[in-house]
């Protein structure tokens, strides 16, 4: 059975290898790969920068956003059923993990599929167990490769809306910034929500944006600060000093969200007034977020299915070859 593998820590060493074949134990589910996103972590683990091998050797099949199709009948699922799965596994000794929540783990002891201790889906075949399977309807096809990183967003979404929800707060206007996969999929949902949206890039233009009804704004042309002030801003470009500034860009009680990783060693400069009396004074809040619930993953999945008639997605789908970034994006 052949897979993609590499060995963690050790640059340019994904390669194609024939591993053995895999078999369902009791209380798994044979699930067979049809396609695989490819995303920024992807990269990381394959520049030697990031992952963690599982205890049974040196090397770690990648593959964390997958669409796979059911092999054969049993616990719950039939065979030919679409279907994804979850990343995050739980630590097993942390309260978070056990109210079955690990992507809040609060020891770091967790394994992820493709990334952290547990080989990922980029192989013919991977045993699954039933109970992190996320069916995908039969019409969403392809795009059931995003639940993955559309996961990533409504979980941001979700606490977003729990933080500024803890007072009086309406999500009216929201900022994007980043025009990658995540940044796009957050648009969309904003959309989906009936938001205002003013999403952010370098780019000249972003035909993608605009199908959305949002409204795109390049960064070379344009200041972030003349936009205005947003209940909502979302940093999903990865870029630390862009991280910072988003303080500064929230109306009273606004909210913030890190989406974004920028690991290089940098000092970041912030208006004092806005950390010391602004973001004190308005009740502005600053979070990030990363992986998913499982109640993230089957919004992803219903909201994908709403979106899909969109010439957005479809045009995103197109273009993206249903492939997208990870952990963050």
């Given amino acids: ?24 134990r009791e209380g798994e589910v044979l699930v067979r790969t049809l396609e695989v996103g490819v995303c920024g972590t992807d990269r990381e683990i394959s520049e030697g920068l990031f992952g963690i091998p599982p205890e049974d050797g040196p090397l770690l099949v990648l593959g964390h956003e997958a669409l796979a199709v059911v092999e054969r009948n049993g616990y719950g699922f039939t065979r030919g059923e679409l279907v994804t799965a979850t990343v995050r596994r739980s630590c097993g000794h942390c309260i978070a993990c056990a109210e079955e929540c690990p992507d809040s783990c609060l020891t770091g002891d967790y394994s992820e599929r493709g990334i952290t201790r547990l080989h990922g889906y980029a192989r013919e075949l991977v045993a699954e167990d039933p109970g992190q399977l996320v069916a995908i309807p039969k019409p969403l096809g392809r795009l059931g490769v995003l639940a993955e990183p559309t996961s990533i967003c409504e979980r941001a979404l979700r606490h977003a809306r729990t933080i500024g929800g803890r007072q009086p707060w309406q999500l ?11 940044g796009l999929l957050m648009t969309y949902l904003l959309r989906l929500a009936d938001v205002e949206v003013w999403t952010a890039s370098l780019e000249p233009e972003n035909e993608l944006v605009e199908k959305s009804g949002a409204r ?11 936009l205005g002030k947003f209940d909502l801003v979302v940093e999903a470009a990865g870029n630390a000093q862009l991280m910072a500034r988003t303080l500064g860009l929230l109306r009273r009680s606004g909210v913030a969200c890190l989406l974004g990783i920028d690991p290089r060693h940098q000092t970041v400069e ?30 992803a999945v219903a909201d994908l299915d709403r979106a899909r008639p969109s010439r957005a997605v479809r045009s995103f789908a197109v273009r993206s070859g249903a492939t997208c970034r990870g952990r963050t994006c």
Avoid at 218 to 223: F, G, L, Y
Avoid at 271 to 298: K, M
């Fill in 216 to 226: 795109y704004v390049s960064t070379h042309a344009e200041e972030l600060s003349e």
């Fill in 172 to 182: 009216e206007r929201a900022l994007v910034i980043g025009a990658g996969p995540i």
């Fill in 270 to 299: 912030l208006d004092g007034r806005v950390l010391g009396v602004d973001t004190i004074l308005e009740n502005r809040v600053l979070f990030g977020s990363v992986n998913a619930h499982r109640q993230d993953w089957l919004a």
């Fill in 1 to 24: 059975m052949q897979a993609l593998v590499t060995r963690p820590g050790h640059a340019h060493t994904t390669r194609i290898e024939d591993l053995p074949a895999v078999e369902a």
